[in-house]
């Protein structure tokens, strides 16, 4: 779904591939690859993409045929990866604009980017396994399993895996940009 969504856009601008790939800073092949489906783009990816073509993430995953009853199976979600010691996501929900549920796990050392970052959403985000910190506009908030924690995500944050034992979260935004 996302390599359609991706060639569409790509088409829409008149883009080629190669012209895409300068223009984003990632290689032809990974954009080929994106658009055929052979691999899942990581998230800074992504942003890149979505500034070429100057929209929102969560645009790059709109389906206008999305199912009014929406079932997320494990072992066939979209996957947004990540370099190593960031975290990657398990899209949980369909893209129909309104809201974007992502699950990860976090080993030891883990983050979610590399620097705080910014968003006009909502964020909430359950602990499912383990223990984070989230780092919402400057503040350390130490969660475990079964707490959560809202905030306004366009304060700057991040979560991180202190621990030694990895973590499970979950994560919710609306309006959609993960």
């Not at 942003?47 to 790059?60: G, N, P, W, Y």
């Not at 999305?66 to 893209?95: C, E, F, K, N, W």
Request: glycine content about 6%.
């Amino acid at each position: 779904m996302l390599g359609d969504r991706l060639r569409d856009l790509r088409q829409q601008h008149s883009l080629t591939l190669r012209q895409l790939a300068t223009a984003a800073d990632v290689s032809p092949a990974l954009l080929s690859q994106i658009e055929n489906g052979a691999t899942d783009p990581s998230l800074a990816t992504l942003r890149k993409l979505a500034q070429v073509f100057q929209t929102s993430i969560a645009e790059l995953f709109s389906e206008p045929e999305a199912p009014a009853v929406h079932i997320s199976r494990a072992g066939s979600r979209t996957r947004l990866a990540a370099p190593p010691g960031q975290i990657a996501y398990d899209r949980l929900t369909p893209g129909r604009g309104d809201l974007e549920v992502l699950q990860a796990d976090l080993a030891p050392g883990d983050a979610s980017s590399a620097e705080p970052w910014a968003h006009p959403s909502t964020e909430c985000t359950i602990v499912l396994v383990g223990e984070i910190v989230a780092d919402i506009g400057g503040e350390k908030y130490p969660l475990t399993t079964g707490e959560a924690i809202t905030f306004d995500s366009r304060l700057p944050h991040l979560y991180r895996n202190a621990s030694d034992q990895p973590a499970r979260i979950v994560i919710a935004v609306t309006p959609p940009t993960p």
